[in-house]
Structure formats: C-alpha cells, structure tokens
C-alpha cells in the first residue's frame, strides 16, 4: 500500500521561494503518475500540477505556469514542487496524491487513489 508523506510547508514573504517534498514509501514511485493540489478552507481543491509516471510529461495549472516546477525523482520515490515568486493568493493546504493505476498524467483530483497529509504554504503580503 502506498503512503505520501510532504515536508517543506512553511511562512514566506511574497516573492520569495518553498521547496516541496512528496516521500511515497510502499510500492515504486516510478510506476504511478503523481500530482500536487491546494486547498484554501472554504473552496475547492484545486490541481497545481502534475507529473507522469516518468516525468517526461508534465502540467501546470494557468496560475502557476512560470512559476511552479514539478519533478520527480524516482530513485528516491519523491516528487517535488518548487514554488518561486510566491503570492499571498498561493497560500493553501498544499497535498500530493497519487494515481497508483496511472502512468499517464493526471488532473482530475478523482483520478487519484492516496494523498498525503497535507502541508501549510502561507505567503505574507
């Protein structure tokens, strides 16, 4: 069974940067998609990015293009999301999830089967 566990969340300045981590433990990264989402209490989750099973194709919501970068690294079976030029409009619950059926990547939050606990990404004005 796979389990995600992040790390990274944290307080920023507006502009500044956060790195990410998605740790899977329990069956091979290489072989399921992955992909981060953000909550805001009282909306929606929302889908940031998202990753193929190889890395090779990759997809970013329109409000982060340029900014985010999504990454894998499948020795260590962790996914990555690098956050630069942050705004207060990026704070959120930040989750990764797992499509544990899927190598292609996903954007649609039911096609993910696990997702991890969640980590704060505050940006301050």
């Known amino acids: 069974q796979v389990q995600l566990v992040e790390s990274g969340g944290g307080l920023v300045q507006a502009g500044g940067s956060l790195r990410l981590s998605c740790a899977a433990s329990?069956?091979?990264?290489?072989?399921?998609?992955m992909g981060w989402f953000r909550q805001v209490p009282g909306k929606d989750r929302e889908s940031v990015a998202a990753?193929?099973?190889?890395?090779?194709?990759?997809y970013y919501a329109d409000s982060v293009k340029g900014r985010f970068t999504i990454s894998r690294d499948n020795a260590k079976n962790t996914v990555y999301l690098q956050m630069n030029s942050l705004k207060p409009e990026d704070t959120a619950v930040y989750s990764c999830a797992a499509a544990i059926t899927r190598r292609m990547v996903q954007t649609r939050e039911s096609s993910y089967d696990v997702w991890g606990q969640g980590t704060q990404v505050t940006v301050s004005s």
């Open positions: 990753i193929s099973s190889s890395g090779g194709t990759l």
């Open positions: 329990g069956r091979t990264a290489s072989s399921y998609a």
